[in-house]
């Protein structure tokens, strides 16, 4: 089973930008996905970057949220801009899915990193 661990989370304050980290024990070539769960709320995919590169964003983070992928460092990331109140949530990076598609539903995954807190104030 491939460990993925993110990290890069923290605390800021509104329109400000954080860029996390996920880093996979070994390559996969699963498409990697980012998901954030709030208290009382559903887990929420946010982003995907497939096998080849390609992205898809949830509706509430287009144009902030960018996926990207170092294939030789095995990590992905999700740089976070304009963040506002209503993106504070555990985030989570998540692999196991089909490679070539861009999927941000949980089920389609079945490996999921710890976890790592964004915090936005207003």
């Known amino acids: 089973q491939v460990q993925l661990v993110e990290s890069g989370g923290g605390s800021v304050q509104s329109g400000g930008s954080l860029r996390l980290s996920c880093v996979a024990s070994q390559y996969t070539y699963s498409a990697m996905a980012w998901f954030r769960q709030a208290p009382g709320k559903e887990r929420e995919g946010v982003a995907v970057i497939n096998s080849v590169g390609s992205t898809r964003y949830a509706n509430s983070v287009k144009g902030r949220f960018t996926a990207s992928r170092d294939v030789a460092k095995n990590t992905v990331y999700l740089q976070m801009n304009s963040l506002q109140p209503e993106d504070t949530a555990m985030y989570y990076c998540?692999?196991?899915?089909?490679?070539?598609?861009?999927?941000?539903?949980?089920?389609?995954?079945?490996?999921w990193g710890q976890g790592t807190q964004v915090t936005v104030s207003s």
């Open positions: 998540a692999s196991g899915s089909l490679p070539l598609y861009l999927l941000l539903t949980a089920s389609d995954y079945n490996n």
